[in-house]
Nanobody, 126 residues
Framework: VQLQASGGGLVQAGDSLRLSCVASGRTFSNYAVGWFRQAPGKEREFVAAINGSDRGTFYTDSVKGRFIISRDNLKNTVYLQMNSLKPEDTAVYYC????????????????????WGQGTEVTVSS
């Protein structure tokens, strides 16, 4: 699976952005997809994930109620709608995928994903 992330940019606090992760090469509907982010000088962290079949979703606490992950399997695309953005959301955002269905906090672990896209940068100014 090849993944292509896009949609990042420079926005002000309180604004919204929608990131896209387009996949190619496999039956995408069988793959769970996660979004991770890495802020300058910090480790990469989990943001959200969505299963392929049951479309179960998982979020880190800091984005619950603000971010929404969704997918369109016909377009081989997973979206991350980011609302009420804060300066602390500033990071490079990466999408990742693996052919599995998550049922627990394993969705948040980077080593659960075999396929990674390049990042897209999000900068939120105060």
């Amino acid at each position: 699976v090849q993944l292509q992330a896009s949609g990042g940019g420079l926005v002000q606090a309180g604004d919204s952005l929608r990131l896209s992760c387009v996949a190619s090469g496999r039956t995408f509907s069988n793959y769970a997809v996660g979004w991770f982010r890495q802020a300058p000088g910090k480790e990469r962290e989990f943001v959200a994930a969505i299963n392929g079949s049951d479309r179960g979703t998982f979020y880190t606490d800091s984005v619950k109620g603000r971010f929404i992950i969704s997918r369109d399997n016909l377009k081989n695309t997973v979206y991350l709608q980011m609302n009420s953005l804060k300066p602390e959301d500033t990071a490079v955002y990466y999408c990742a995928a693996d052919r599995k269905q998550f049922h627990s906090a394993r969705a948040a672990k980077m080593n659960e994903y075999d396929y990674w896209g390049q990042g897209t940068e999000v900068t939120v100014s105060s």
